[in-house]
């Protein structure tokens, strides 16, 4: 039983949902049928008014079971779906006697558009309780209602504002929007609830100006032009919510209704669509990411206090968000002036977040004080678990982890926040080594979900199982790698970066290299991206990667002649853009023809976009293929979570299957013969291709492949991986809903 039914003793029917053996309330077919039932139920029997309410301590309702959604593939089960919601919130919204939504939790998805299908709605004041219409994140729209209600309800530009971002409000925000209205203490709901069913049923809502034509066109036409803008019409379904928002305005409620279900279907047959629900699959997959899986462990040690050594950019970074977890933090370093310096950053992140109202000032205050800054040798013997983010060289590393050792408790863990060195070099210089592991953050560490686990040779389980949990108790997203050059996201991205940098010094421009990658779909282009790293940085990466690989693309001199001038990238104000102190676009740096070749070499879009996406989907595989990862989602995951790969994409190996391993190949090959020997593609590409296998998909019959490439396929697949790439020197590497990130620090 998913939805308990209660009547209180003045008559008041109450439907409580709390859903089984689950922490969270969703609907999925059977819920709809209980809920139905209810309803005809509550039309036969003498009560005053509805309310609608969780048992869930967090959660109102989460949305609908996407998991059923899967399941329920095809065009005619989905259509059922939309009219089975659509029904039955209808017949909600129809009842006779007055309903009201206690909402307390996240209400989300279908969850809103239930409560959006009730009279009235009254929200707790609980930070847990937040409301929104994510669909358009997933490639869809709100099909329940939401599209054509929520309109009518708050207004065309309002609607779209919310339904167009998918972004979450808190409950004073909904009720100066008209989404809620009231809000009140969560041990107040129910009484606050009954209250406003004395109101009874809620009056027929009065058209509202902008919601009429010439208005709404207007009101759309302008929302149109931002979503291209901002999407570049990579995601259609934003662009289906305003037609059908725009139309709900104005038109019938079964109209609106109509056009829900029409524009629901078209997209969820798109690519986009597809991709970006398996996006969501990856991201709860990564939640319930156990080291059990691994082979077991007594469990992790619980974390109560942590200490970060270094108070840089990353190490202020991780200690403000283990600190807004509610951990004690002592940060330290040894210099005073960088510490003064990482606690002013902390306190500006407080403050951006207090005026994004992510923390009211009393929780930020609250944060800030956890925080316990100090630069002396003092006893750390209490402390659970360090996390060492000082500078990105060995010796440092191991300098500060051999003196830790001899002043930290005999349980506590050692992680670094290394980007790229050897989890095993570091932990070499202790006595017990087993009790370190890579926490590798990305930058900025208050926006970017992903955190690498990174597991050396000799990290115990009980240390990997404390690093999971810790991680995921702070509310990021892990990905467990194996100890190697560059980890997982480094190892892919550098060779894209470093790519970027040849088809600059052969003469394409700055500006035209980054405009293939963004129409492509990553959130800025390869060379602004290195800017934003360092180019220092950058250069550093890569030649740790080109010493430590076997083989890889070969890098050559021109960040190096950059960093020699001092153009270190955006922290300098010159690299391969010029930034301004006044934070306006970077303008493309005009100075640049002595590191370009002096007869460019001229290539298509096509071939340009293949250089760069290619090269990744080669060392993607490559990193799959030496078990850094265990299986394709976790490299997909790690990209788009960690760089901003095109989430519509799917990720660089569900992009594979899409354009087919074979033709990736050929391309390839075609590459490695026109361009450079180091695009010859890996060992797993072609064996693949020879055998007609996918990354997710089962494989085809050997007669399938096609015969004129499979002679070409067979002179290769059994060659030793040493000599596959001829490459003379080694790899590459570094950097979000999309973000783009500098995973180099």
Request: glycine letters at 8%.
């Amino acid at each position: 039983m998913n939805i308990v039914r209660t009547t209180t003793p003045d008559s008041t029917c109450v439907l409580t949902f709390d859903r089984p053996n689950s922490s969270a309330n969703v609907f999925d077919r059977a819920t709809l049928e209980e809920l139905e039932q209810h309803l005809a139920d509550i039309e036969r029997e003498p009560v005053r008014g509805v309310i609608i309410a969780s048992a869930k301590p967090k959660i109102f309702i989460a949305g609908a079971d996407l998991n059923a959604f899967a399941r329920d593939a095809d065009e005619r089960a989905l259509g059922e779906m939309v009219d089975h919601g659509h029904r039955i919130f209808t017949r909600l919204s129809r009842l006779k006697i007055p309903s009201v939504a206690a909402i307390h939790g996240v209400c989300l998805g279908g969850g809103l558009e239930l409560a959006l299908a009730c009279d009235w709605r009254v929200a707790s004041t609980d930070k847990a309780t937040k409301l929104g219409l994510p669909e358009t994140q997933l490639g869809i729209l709100p099909a329940w209602g939401g599209s054509t209600r929520l309109p009518k309800l708050i207004g065309l530009p309002a609607a779209l504002g919310l339904i167009l971002t998918g972004k979450q409000i808190v409950a004073a925000q909904a009720q100066k929007l008209g989404v809620v209205d009231d809000v009140t203490h969560p041990e107040y709901l129910l009484d606050a609830a009954k209250k406003i069913l004395t109101r009874g049923k809620r009056p027929a809502l009065r058209p509202r100006l902008l919601n009429r034509m010439p208005f709404a066109f207007a009101v759309a036409a302008k929302a149109r032009h931002d979503v291209r803008v901002k999407t570049r019409g990579h995601y259609p379904a934003p662009l289906a919510a305003i037609e059908v928002c725009t139309a709900a305005a104005h038109q019938s409620f079964e109209e609106g209704l109509a056009r829900e279900k029409r524009a629901f279907l078209e997209l969820v047959r798109t690519p986009e669509c597809r991709n970006l629900m398996n996006v969501f699959f990856l991201q709860e997959r990564a939640k319930k990411l156990s080291v059990n899986d691994r082979g077991g462990t007594s469990g992790p040690r619980p974390i109560r206090k942590v200490a970060v050594i270094g108070a840089g950019t990353m190490g202020a970074g991780i200690a403000q968000w283990i600190s807004a977890r509610g951990i004690p933090v002592r940060l330290k370093d040894v210099n005073p002036a960088a510490l003064a310096r990482g606690l002013q950053a902390i306190e500006k992140i407080y403050a951006e977040a207090v005026k994004r109202r992510v923390f009211t000032r009393a929780e930020a205050t609250a944060g800030l004080d956890r925080i316990t800054p100090i630069h002396t040798d003092i006893p750390l013997a209490d402390i659970d678990l360090v996390v060492e983010a000082a500078l990105e060289k060995l010796e440092v590393k191991q300098h500060v982890f051999s003196e830790l050792e001899q002043r930290m408790g005999a349980d506590t863990v050692f992680a670094t926040n290394t980007s790229a060195l050897s989890i095993d070099a570091i932990a070499s210089v202790l006595e017990r080594p087993e009790r370190v592991v890579g926490l590798h953050f990305f930058n900025p560490v208050h926006r970017m979900q992903l955190v690498e686990i990174v597991r050396g040779p000799r990290t115990s389980l009980a240390t990997l199982e404390t690093a999971l949990q810790f991680t995921k108790s702070l509310g990021k997203l892990p990905v467990i790698v194996k100890d190697s050059p560059g980890f997982l996201v480094n190892r892919i991205l550098l060779p894209y970066m470093v790519e970027a940098v040849w088809l600059f010094t052969q003469g394409m421009s700055a500006a035209a290299i980054d405009r293939v990658m963004i129409k492509f779909g990553m959130p800025m282009g390869p060379l602004r991206l290195a800017d934003e790293v360092g180019l220092d940085v950058a250069q550093h990466v890569a030649k740790d990667l080109e010493r430590r690989l076997p083989k890889g693309i070969p890098i050559n001199d021109t960040l190096e002649k950059m960093v020699a001038k001092g153009w270190l990238g955006k922290k300098s104000g010159r690299g391969f853009y010029v930034y301004s102190a006044r934070g306006e676009e970077p303008a493309p740096e005009s100075d640049m023809r002595f590191l370009q070749a002096e007869k460019p070499r001229t290539s298509d879009a096509a071939s340009q976009q293949d250089r760069l996406v290619l090269i990744m989907i080669n060392e993607a595989a490559r990193v799959l293929d030496e078990g850094v990862v265990e299986a394709p989602e976790d490299v997909d995951f790690g990209m788009i979570m960690g760089t901003g790969w095109a989430p519509f994409r799917g990720g660089p190996l569900r992009y594979a299957d899409r354009l087919g391993v074979m033709e990736i190949v050929r391309r390839l090959d075609v590459l490695s013969r026109e361009v450079a020997p180091h695009f010859a593609p890996c060992h797993r590409l072609k064996k693949m291709a020879w055998e007609g296998r996918t990354f997710y998909e089962a494989p085809r019959a050997a007669a399938e492949v096609e015969p004129a490439l499979r002679p070409e396929l067979g002179a290769h697949v059994d060659t030793p991986l040493a000599t596959q790439n001829p490459g003379p020197l080694g790899d590459r590497n570094p950097p979000v809903q999309p973000r783009q990130t500098a995973a180099l620090h």
